[in-house]
C-alpha cells in the first residue's frame, strides 16, 4: 500500500510517500529518511555556530577550512553549476547585502543601480577556493558567506532517497516542498504521477507528467515578489546586477536527481527565457517548463507533458 508522512525539516515541509505493506516497517523507513535530513540540514545550515558551514564564513578572508569529503564534494558539484552557468548559481549568494530586498508592502522602489551592485559586490564564485590536496575551503574575502539553499533541499531529498534505497525501498517519492525525487511505480504499475503547481493559484496543478527514476524541483517568484510601477519583480536577485529579476513565475526543471533539478531551477530565472531555454537545450538530460509574467508557457525540446 502507499503510504504517507510530512514533517517540517530545514525550514519547508517535506513529504515521504513509499509503496510498503507493513506500517510499522514503513514508520521505521520514515525515520531513516528524517534523520538523513536532519545530518544534513545541521551541517548545511547557516544558522548553527556548530555547522561546518558557519565556520567557513566565519572565517572568510582569514584562512581556509577544512571540510569532509562530502561537503568538499557537494561544493565541488556546486562550482561546476556555477560554471556552466556563468554564474547564475552560485553558493555565495549568501553575501548579498539584504537592506535594500525585503519584498514587503512596505518597498515601493528600486535602490539606484550603483547601491544595487554594491549589495551583490561580494557574490563571485570565483573566490570560494577549493583546495583539493588538502580539502579545504577558502572564502578569499572578508564578508563573503556561502550557502546552501539553492541546492540543499535537492542534495537532502536525494539522500534521503539513497537511504531508502539502501533499506530495500523499491518505489517512493522524496518531495522537499517542491523539489522531488522518484523511483520504482505506483502499485498499479504506473509510473508516478507529478503536478507543476499553476502560479496564479497555489493549491492547483498547472499541468502533469508520469515519471520514474527521475527528479523534478520547481522556482517560483509568484509567492515572494513586489510590484513596483506595475512591473514585478521576484525576491530572486540577479548576482550581476543586484536588481531582481522579472519576466518569469516559475521554472520546472526535470533531471536525473534532485540536486542537479533544484541547482539549475534558479539560474534559468536568472538567465531569463531565452537565454535559459538555450542552456537546458544544450544538456540533454535536462527537461525544463517555463511559465511567464504573462501564463505563457515554454517547454524545452525534449518535454513530453499531458
Known sequence: MQLKKQTRLMGNQFEFTLIEQNEIIAQELFEIAIEEIRRIEALLTTFSEKSVTYTINQNAGIQPVAVTEEVFQLI??????????????DLSYGSIDKRFWNFDLNMTSLPDAETAKKSVALINYENILLDENNQTVFLKNKGMRIGFGGIGKGYAAEMAKKKLLENNVLSGIVNASGDLSAWGYQENGEPWTIGVAD?????????????????????????????IDNKRYSHTIDPKTGFPVSGIKSVTIIAENAE???????????????????????????????????????????????
Not at 496543478?205 to 508520469?210: A, E, P, V, W, Y
Open 76 to 89: 565541488k558539484r556546486s562550482q561546476f553549476i556555477s560554471k556552466i552557468t556563468q554564474g547564475a548559481f
Open 199 to 227: 502560479p496564479n493559484q497555489k493549491k492547483s496543478l498547472f499541468s502533469t507528467f508520469k515519471i520514474t527514476n527521475k527528479a523534478v524541483a520547481t522556482s517560483g517568484n509568484y509567492e515572494k515578489f513586489v510590484l
Open 260 to 306: 542537479i533539478a533544484d541547482a539549475l531551477a534558479t539560474p534559468v530565472t536568472v538567465m531569463g527565457i531565452a537565454v535559459g531555454m538555450d542552456f537546458i537545450n544544450q544538456l540533454k538530460t535536462i527537461g525544463c517548463i517555463i511559465i511567464d509574467d504573462n501564463d505563457k508557457t515554454y517547454f524545452s525540446k525534449n518535454i513530453t507533458i499531458s
